[in-house]
């Protein structure tokens, strides 16, 4: 058997530890949500701010207050710095002045319930939420935030109320429930139960049964999923995943070619696509998609690298130089690994 030059050797070990970009990427059915044609879900609590930031801010915010004391603008940025800084009480004061000024307004409800809640007050709570409601009656979010408000207050009447309401807005959202608090097996068996079967509730089957270690019947779940939706970006790019693990790179490329149509600003979707002709040694057709996940993001250095390798492998050492010297600021380590590839090239000819 011939041995590999120099060259392709170090190509095949860089190959070889690059992986596709798909257990860092959130799941999307972990956002929450409700689907596209939904009404806008009612805001997330923001992750608290170091103490020193929410300082200045609520310094700012408060004299912009003390300067425009009817300002619900003023009064509503207030808030949402107070409810960041965990201070649920004030928050919720902020919002309900907005609330009072514009009873139009879903989201001074919304995040004054959130406020209310957050402090253990339920029923506070849920006065905010069915005010939310009353303006967005089909906004599946704010009918599971009120049903589990009703649920820690004891009102379980109430909650099943809206816990068949928003069933019927989002059949698949128990499931997503499930699946968001890791019970896996528990969100498959709700998903498999409903009818009729959406394209979003095979997406999620899938992402479920990928989590339990069964991705041949994961596979059969995301590609039910683009024969419903045939746009459904996400369904594909998980499809190339699982096809990548099951070391089915023909079917891998497919899957990445149709998620990267779909979704040409997604720059994972080519990072895998470029990984997948580099394991089919199509370095041509790496090198493109490569190319194009630079371009989306400029600051991969783990794209740059793999870019430059295939450019190598076609010959192209003034492209890969152009990379190196990108790499030098971004990943040092990644640059000198790129050179050792630049110099075997240099010296193979």
Not at 296 to 313: E, F, H, I, M, V
Request: some cysteine.
């Amino acid at each position: 058997m011939k041995s590999l030059p120099p060259l392709l050797i170090l190509s095949a070990l860089l190959l070889s530890s690059a992986s596709c970009k798909s257990d860092g990427r959130p799941d999307a059915a972990a956002g929450g949500g409700a689907g596209a044609n939904s009404a806008p879900a009612a805001p997330q609590p923001q992750p608290t701010t170091p103490p020193g930031a929410v300082e200045v801010s609520e310094t700012t915010f408060q004299q912009d207050v003390r300067e425009n004391p009817e300002d619900p603008a003023a009064h509503y940025n207030l808030g949402t710095i107070y409810l960041a800084s965990g201070k649920y009480a004030e928050a919720a004061e902020e919002f309900r002045f907005v609330a009072a000024k514009k009873p139009k307004n879903v989201e001074a409800f919304s995040k004054m319930g959130i406020a209310y809640a957050s402090a253990g007050r339920h029923d506070a709570a849920a006065d905010a939420f069915n005010s939310a409601l009353k303006l967005q009656p089909d906004n599946a979010e704010l009918h599971l935030r009120l049903a589990e408000v009703y649920e820690k207050a004891g009102r379980a009447a109430e909650a099943a109320r809206e816990r068949a309401a928003l069933a019927r807005l989002e059949p698949d959202a128990r499931a997503r429930e499930l699946y968001k608090l890791g019970k896996y097996a528990e969100a498959l068996g709700e998903l498999r139960r409903a009818a009729p079967r959406s394209a979003e509730g095979f997406y999620l089957e899938g992402l479920a049964l990928l989590k339990l270690n069964q991705p041949g019947e994961a596979a059969a779940a995301f590609r039910q999923a683009t024969r419903l939706d045939p746009k459904h970006a996400e369904s594909f790019f998980q499809l190339g995943n699982v096809h990548d693990r099951l070391h089915e790179q023909e079917e891998a490329a497919r899957a990445f070619q149709e998620a990267a149509r779909l979704n040409p600003q997604d720059a994972d979707a080519f990072f895998n696509l470029g990984n997948t002709f580099d394991k089919l040694n199509r370095p041509k057709e790496a090198a493109a998609a490569f190319a194009q996940s630079v371009r989306l993001r400029p600051d991969d250095a783990d794209a740059r690298l793999l870019l430059a390798s295939a450019q190598l492998r076609q010959g192209d050492v003034a492209a890969a130089e152009k990379q190196h010297e990108a790499l030098k600021s971004l990943n040092p380590e990644k640059a000198e690994r790129l050179r050792q590839l630049i110099r075997q090239a240099a010296g193979s000819k």
